[in-house]
């Protein structure tokens, strides 16, 4: 009986030694890839490991960095991926805290368009979602994280009023006996009991930003301003031959400083996760 | 006595969010059913024609195809990510060597946009394929559909796993132990036991994997880009390719006509979906 036990764990580590290498294997594959000579980059021969003849170090990457401005792209991510998040989460946090302390008809009439607002799908608002950025002069990295807000509003408020429900209102009386006006009840209190939810929606949301790809193209305009994803699906879908080389090496930088952000703050993004899950 | 004292304050604490959903959401919701009962190629020359786009839009092959493409691939992804995300959760749930980094590497693809995921793939399993002597994702559907699959598995397996784990954590050990104390098998732990008492995490994957399969575009259009001849094309895909990429005064309200019954059909499945689990649900 016990040593069945040990066997049937041995198979299970086994078996999920073999998962993590499918899980690693692609990633590994374009970064071998990525230092190959253009040329030798072929459909079957992907696998092979780079030889010494067509092993190119990292000129690869300075291609791709010069000729997709790769530099440029990733700043106009991080600028809108930040502006958004913390818009979100300031606004967001403060609406949610009126939703609940204020009960009103149209507190939850608010409340239920924003949960309405996370099941419907995108392509539903894309065209007129972008014809009102243009309008609005939303169309551009520095304003686009207004667009942000309305369309992440539905996740983030749903989160905050969900944790904001569980804070005894004690806490807030107290504060505003002492004297403390909503503004500094809300930032000096309510703050720091919500920053692990704060974390959380943080980082669920700056996945999200950072990874969207139609709404910036959409919305941005696609000749002046390019963040990583259309970046990558630009140089990528334009005709005439696509130089591999550049490419691979483009999908390495665009995945190697999310790598190194979810090693360190992992414990967060999969606390995250499941908070987010467990309130749906 | 809270509420009272910040109830007059909400130009600081819900406007900013209230006009920005506005501007986000509201008006380009509403704009947007206006717009499906109407012919338009801007917004400048905007006729309304009544539900004739909707008509049309049944009558376009393509979008049937793509309707019936995408049921298919929203429920074989729905079901193979959760069944494998499951199995893999109970594993990592028995204190095995090296569970925090198996859990780690799982949980990557997440954090990996849908469209650099979707050359990743295309790279490695056209490569294979070649190998196979198969025609390549862009010549095959059958190829292309079974890619997107992979895909999606890859990519979402690991955040499954994560709320499935979260969900078996919870159940209290006392319960499995007394289980095991009355002479039960595991097959009989997991199915009268562990399963009945994850039913909210099952509830909340299942849902999470179908609608995210249904409304799946980023890996559609990177990975086949809807070849050969829009064979491989998922309706949301189907819906961008009807707005932008063909010519033709008329398809843009057809465009728009599919988008509303698009989202009338994701609505409908969460709708029956979360109703079928939830009541499956055991009160703790």
Excluded at chain 1, 128 to 153: E, K, M, S, V, W
Excluded at chain 2, 39 to 46: D, Q, R
Excluded at chain 2, 144 to 152: E, N, Q, S, V
Excluded at chain 2, 232 to 240: E, G, K, M, V
Aim: glycine share 6%; charged share 10%.
């Amino acid at each position: 009986m016990e040593s069945n036990k040990k066997l049937s764990r041995t198979i299970a580590s086994v078996v999920l030694a073999v998962i993590c290498v499918f899980y690693v294997y692609p990633i590994f594959a374009i970064l071998i890839n990525s230092l190959k000579m253009n040329k030798a980059i072929t459909t079957s021969g992907v696998f092979q490991l780079p030889s010494a003849d067509n092993f190119v170090g990292l000129a690869n990457y300075v291609e791709g960095i010069t000729s997709m401005n790769f530099l440029k792209s990733f700043w106009y991510s991080l600028v809108i991926s930040v502006m958004s998040v913390v818009l979100i989460i300031l606004c967001c946090s403060m609406a949610a805290w009126y939703i609940i302390r204020v009960n009103g008809p149209l507190s939850k009439a608010f409340y239920y368009l924003c949960i309405f607002s996370m099941v419907v799908p995108f392509q539903m608002v894309m065209f007129t979602l972008a014809n009102t950025a243009d309008r609005l002069h939303l169309n551009n990295p520095y304003n686009i994280c207004i667009i942000y807000l309305g369309f992440g509003a539905g996740l983030a408020v749903f989160m905050f009023t969900g944790f904001v429900k569980g804070i005894p209102l004690e806490i807030e009386e107290a504060a505003m006996i002492d004297g403390c006006s909503p503004l500094q009840t809300f930032f000096l209190v309510l703050v720091p009991i919500l920053k692990p939810t704060i974390i959380s929606t943080a980082i669920l949301e700056t996945m999200w930003v950072w990874n969207d790809y139609l709404l910036p193209t959409l919305v941005l305009d696609i000749k002046k301003y390019r963040t990583i994803p259309m970046a990558i699906q630009y140089f990528r879908g334009s005709y005439g031959t696509v130089n591999m080389g550049a490419m691979m090496a483009c999908i390495m930088i665009d995945i190697v400083p999310i790598i190194i952000m979810y090693l360190v703050c992992q414990k967060y993004i999969i606390e995250g996760v499941v908070a987010g899950a467990v309130k749906g | 006595m809270v509420g009272k004292s910040i109830k007059k304050w909400w130009p600081v604490f819900l406007l900013p969010t209230a006009v920005a959903f506005a501007i986000g959401f509201v008006w380009p919701f509403i704009w947007g059913i206006y717009l499906s009962f109407c012919k338009f190629t801007t917004v400048k020359n905007v006729k309304f024609i009544g539900f004739s786009n909707y008509s049309k839009v049944f009558a376009d092959p393509t979008f049937s195809h793509a309707f019936w493409l995408t049921v298919l691939f929203a429920f074989l992804s729905s079901v193979l990510i959760n069944i494998l995300a499951f199995a893999i959760a109970l594993a990592l749930t028995r204190g095995l060597k090296g569970t925090n980094v198996f859990r780690t590497i799982f949980f990557m693809p997440n954090l990996i946009g849908g469209i650099v995921l979707g050359y990743i793939w295309q790279t490695l399993l056209n490569g294979l394929l070649s190998k196979w002597g198969q025609p390549l994702l862009a010549l095959s559907a059958f190829n292309g559909f079974w890619g997107m699959i992979i895909l999606l598995c890859w990519q979402q397996i690991g955040y499954m796993m994560i709320i499935y784990i979260a969900g078996l954590n919870n159940i209290s050990g006392d319960l499995i132990e007394a289980a095991e104390i009355d002479g039960a098998t595991p097959a009989q732990i997991l199915f009268k036991i562990k399963i009945p008492m994850i039913m909210p995490s099952i509830t909340i994957c299942t849902f999470l994997t179908l609608t995210n399969g249904f409304k799946m575009f980023d890996q559609n259009l990177s990975l086949t880009g809807g070849e050969p001849a829009k064979q491989s094309q998922l309706l949301a895909l189907n819906i961008y390719d009807t707005f932008y990429a063909r010519s033709g005064a008329q398809w843009k309200g057809i465009g728009q006509a599919k988008a509303v019954v698009f989202f009338l059909i994701v609505v409908i499945i969460a709708l029956i979906q979360l109703r079928a689990t939830t009541s499956r649900e055991v009160q703790q």
